[in-house]
């Protein structure tokens, strides 16, 4: 199950939206061994596609970096479908590398950049595998 806060799922919709047409991706960080999703890092879509995201391979390594630093890790790696349902294609699972991470799905498929709901759904992604999984948003994340 992923829990995570009011704040950080707002903002990632927020960055799905103001990206639409384009897929919009990043990467909250947490604690090392926690999986508290805290620090949200809003990455460019060096694809720049409407239909397929790539990090750049020179943001991805600072942010690395900057959570080895910090004893962080990815603990939700996101991206949206402006398409399609909030389901990984083939290219999302081949690219799911990071196994204890929660894959976040937004679909801006019915409203683009408007107001109005999207689906934001969860998965675990393991050795190829797609599991749902449920997802609790909180006021916030509460201390452990």
Not at 4 to 31: F, L, M, N, S, W
Not at 52 to 75: G, H, I, N, Q, R
């Amino acid at each position: 199950m992923l829990t995570i806060d009011q704040a950080t799922y707002d903002a990632i919709v927020a960055h799905a939206k103001r990206d639409h047409p384009d897929e919009a991706c990043g990467i909250v960080a947490g604690p090392e061994g926690s999986d508290r999703p805290e620090r949200l890092v809003e990455m460019v879509n060096a694809a720049g596609s409407p239909t397929f995201y790539e990090f750049d391979s020179t943001e991805l390594l600072e942010l690395y970096k900057e959570m080895w630093a910090k004893d962080e890790e990815p603990v939700v790696v996101y991206h949206s479908h402006t398409a399609t349902e909030a389901y990984p294609s083939r290219t999302d699972i081949g690219l799911a590398s990071e196994p204890g991470a929660h894959y976040v799905l937004v679909s801006t498929r019915e409203h683009g950049n408007n107001d109005g709901p999207v689906e934001f759904r969860s998965y675990r992604i393991i050795d190829g595998v797609v599991t749902e999984e449920e997802v609790t948003v909180v006021p916030q994340l509460g201390s452990n």
